[in-house]
Nanobody
Framework: QVQLVESGGGLVQPGGSLRLSCAAS????????IGWFRQAPGKEREAVSC????????RYADSVKGRFTISRNNAKNMVYLQMNSLKSEDTAVYYC?????????WGKGTLVTVSS
């Protein structure tokens, strides 16, 4: 069955960096778009970035453009989110998401806390 497992979250100071990982299983990652979402305390879940299939490119929310980079390793069924120049407003639980066979799948999330 489809599974998405995030890792790499933690506590980081403002201006610091983290790399999140998402391990995908149960489907062939190369054939699908995959994305990162986040949900801050008391706020709705929002899209952060996505990587389209077949090298069709990437997309970013305006709030993270120039600071975050999404990448994928299709051979390993892994997706990454490199986050640089982190700000306190980036504090959230980050989720990996994929639509497979017309159904949306989510991981359980990994917490990123940006604080001094």
């Amino acid at each position: 069955q489809v599974q998405l497992v995030e890792s790499g979250g933690g506590l980081v100071q403002p201006g610091g960096s983290l790399r999140l990982s998402c391990a995908a299983s149960g489907f062939t990652l190369a054939h699908y778009a995959i994305g990162w979402f986040r949900q801050a305390p008391g706020k709705e879940r929002e899209a952060v970035s996505c990587s389209l299939s077949s090298d069709l490119g990437t997309r970013y929310a305006d709030s993270v453009k120039g600071r975050f980079t999404i990448s994928r390793n299709n051979a390993k069924n892994m997706v990454y989110l490199q986050m640089n120049s982190l700000k306190s407003e980036d504090t959230a639980v980050y989720y990996c998401n994929a639509e497979v066979s017309k159904r949306y799948y989510w991981g359980k999330g990994t917490l990123v806390t940006v604080s001094s």
